[in-house]
């Protein structure tokens, strides 16, 4: 309760007590208005405490059953002051009629006309009367004094314990508000510190972020200039090996002009020696060829078969075979020659490739059986002396 409403209060209380006295102090019936304006005035302080309950508290200190309560018993008190103010006058009224009652029946008694009471009797016998209802209606306007103030008590005992409770109650709440309101003080910096934390890891993150970003970003330069040292590695390796293809398709081109130039050799010392065999034959010396015209690596034996073809180079029948240690090593470069030609059709590099095939078996019997899978696949002549020839230098290759 704010302090002008206390003040206002306690002069209204104040200002009842004096009316309530001066409302006791009658001897004689109270005026009406006087009781109007308490009955006002203790409206007036009703809603005083009315308009403290509920602009400043959930739980009024005084509800309005109480102040219906107090209001009746007030009421109750002003009835009884009226009432005994009102017993009192019957009473001198019946006291009154009574004592004429006395005075009749006395003059009835004494048949002759009742003496007139003197003036000082009366007045006495009136004071007298008068003082007992004074004294009477003091002891009862005294009762209800008492009554009042022992009401007036009560209802300040009420008003106190009302007050303490509500205090309590107030304090409590104001416990609770505070205790909420660290609650959501502590909630808050709880939020405000997630808040923070989460920033923080968001910052963090982005940070990683971008050193990943452009740790991804040199990776990529770096693979890209990897990728372009690789491709310009590729390209001198694929240049490299464009100039070891010309240079040795070069290589290749002086060898097999070497070849011919040999094989024409070759051929012109063949005819020479045709012509004087023919010349042996017209003179009829019987004579024996001693070797073929093509270099065979190997030691003749005395019996030579004779081919069919009079232009083939002849081939011997029982000749004594010398080992080779490998095909492209052992095989005369004029033989060499006529089986790129006549077997490989001028391939030189599926020549070298059988070569390398034939070379890597392990006896006689798988060489001959590959090389009669070449044969197959390339439609190769039994007879034909080309692959006879190339067929007994793969027996010399695995000959022991």
């Not at 009842?16 to 304006?37: G, M, R, V, W, Y």
């Not at 923080?200 to 890209?224: C, F, S, T, Y």
């Amino acid at each position: 309760m704010s302090s002008n409403k206390k003040d206002h209060s306690a002069r209204l209380l104040s200002k009842l007590n004096n009316q309530l006295e001066k409302l006791f102090s009658h001897t004689d019936n109270a005026p009406k208005i006087e009781i109007d304006i308490i009955k006002e005035n203790l409206r007036h302080l009703y809603d005083l405490i009315d308009s403290y309950n509920t602009t400043t508290m959930d739980a009024p200190i005084v509800t309005n059953q109480h102040i219906e309560d107090i209001d009746n018993e007030i009421n109750n008190l002003l009835d009884i002051a009226d009432s005994e103010f009102a017993i009192e006058d019957q009473k001198i009224e019946k006291q009154i009629a009574e004592q004429e009652i006395v005075l009749e029946e006395q003059y009835k008694d004494d048949k002759h006309e009742p003496e007139i009471p003197q003036e000082k009797e009366i007045t006495k016998l009136h004071d007298e009367l008068t003082e007992r209802v004074e004294s009477e209606a003091s002891k009862e306007v005294q009762r209800a004094k008492e009554k009042e103030i022992a009401l007036q008590k009560e209802i300040e005992k009420k008003v106190e314990i009302q007050l303490a409770k509500e205090k309590a109650e107030q304090q409590k709440e104001i416990d609770k508000q505070v205790a909420l309101l660290l609650a959501k003080e502590k909630e808050d910096l709880i939020k405000q510190q997630n808040i923070a934390r989460q920033k923080a890891i968001e910052e963090k993150v982005a940070l990683q972020l971008a050193e990943e970003n452009e740790g991804k970003i040199q990776k990529d330069k770096e693979e890209k200039a990897h990728q372009k040292a690789i491709e310009e590695k590729v390209a001198a390796q694929l240049a490299k090996e464009k100039a070891d293809e010309a240079r040795k398709a070069k290589e290749e081109k002086e060898q097999q002009e070497a070849i011919e130039e040999k094989v024409a050799l070759q051929l012109a010392k063949d005819k020479k020696l045709q012509s004087i065999n023919d010349q042996q034959e017209e003179s009829k010396v019987d004579t024996d060829i001693k070797k073929t015209v093509h270099v065979l690596d190997v030691l003749p034996d005395d019996d030579f078969e004779e081919t069919e073809s009079n232009s083939a180079p002849l081939l011997p029948s029982k000749i004594k075979l010398k080992p080779i240690k490998s095909l492209k090593n052992g095989i005369g470069i004029n033989d060499k020659f006529m089986i790129i030609n006549d077997l490989f059709e001028g391939r030189a590099k599926d020549f070298n490739k059988a070569l390398t095939k034939l070379d890597s078996l392990k006896d006689t019997q798988a060489a001959l059986f590959l090389l009669g899978d070449m044969k197959d696949e390339n439609l190769w002549e039994t007879q034909d002396n080309v692959f006879k020839t190339f067929k007994m230098y793969v027996e010399r290759r695995y000959t022991k």
